[in-house]
Structure formats: structure tokens, C-alpha cells
């Protein structure tokens, strides 16, 4: 399937955005009510796909397995402003949910020998594992421009 792609960066620049950040991904889904929510998570990306962890409890894991259309964002929170935005579709498995938190520990937190690393793992055996496959992609940069 194609991604659509509209802004400044090219299919390359995005990728590599994607693989060398480590802002946390904020992931928009429908909640039971119809109204959007917006939840922030650590997020990998890996041949064309970003994939998260959470809870099987969660209401995330809940409103997704209703609705898996999704939209994110990716970018810093000050000046100057840039980053990857895109709607797609997410997919929950529970193979593979305990490997990706801890790949998401080493990622985020350089590791998993702190006390919240130690804690997100001894709860590993019920993370799900989110995988959201993007449609669109539209990035910005106004980075030359502050």
C-alpha cells in the first residue's frame, strides 16, 4: 500500500525523524462516546510501522480494539517548530507486547535498571502490543523560519 505524503520532507527524511527521536508519540483514537483522545506514548519505528506498548487493561487497548483508525504526532513541544503528523491504522497483539516494553525501556530510559523500568517490566506478561500502520503522512518544518 502506498502513504500518502505531503510537506517539506521527503519519504527518507521522515524515516529517519521517525528512528532518531525520542519525543513520545502523541496517538489519537476514538473514544466509546465519539469524542477523540489523545494519549502520549514511547513509540519505535521500524520498516514503515510505529509500534508502541500498553497495558491489556488499558483504556487505550479498549478504544482501539473498537476503532482502530488512528491519528499521531510527533514533534518537540518548544520553538522551533517540526515534526511528522499522520493518520493509519492500529493492530493489537499480545505476542510481542513484553519484548517491545522493554525495547521502548532501553530506548526511553537508556535501560531497565530504574525503579520504573523495574516496575513496567514486573507487569510485562499483560502489555499488548500496538503496531500502527500509517496511511498519511504530512511533516513541517519552521525551523528556518524561527
Known amino acids: 500500500m502506498t502513504v500518502q505524503r505531503k510537506g517539506p520532507w521527503s519519504h527518507t527524511q521522515i ?5 532518531e527521536t525520542r519525543f513520545p508519540l502523541r ?12 494519549v502520549s506514548l514511547w513509540f519505535l519505528y521500524q520498516e514503515g510501522r510505529l509500534y508502541c506498548a500498553s497495558n491489556r487493561t488499558s483504556q487505550l487497548v479498549s478504544m482501539l480494539r473498537a476503532n482502530t483508525r488512528v491519528g499521531f504526532e510527533l514533534g518537540p513541544n518548544e ?4 515534526g511528522v503528523r499522520g493518520q493509519g491504522n492500529a493492530s493489537l497483539s499480545q505476542e510481542g ?12 530510559l537508556d535501560g531497565v535498571n530504574s525503579s520504573l523500568a523495574k516496575w513496567l517490566l514486573s507487569r510485562s506478561a499483560d502489555e499488548t502490543l500496538i503496531t500502527v500502520t500509517p496511511t498519511r503522512w504530512f511533516s513541517w518544518d519552521y525551523r528556518q523560519r524561527m
Open 79 to 82: 520553538p522551533p517548530y517540526y
Open 97 to 108: 507486547g513484553a519484548d517491545m516494553l522493554r525495547r521502548l525501556l532501553e530506548r526511553y
Open 15 to 19: 524515516e529517519k525523524f521517525l528512528a
Open 27 to 38: 496517538l489519537a483514537c476514538v473514544g466509546e462516546d465519539g469524542y477523540p483522545r489523545v
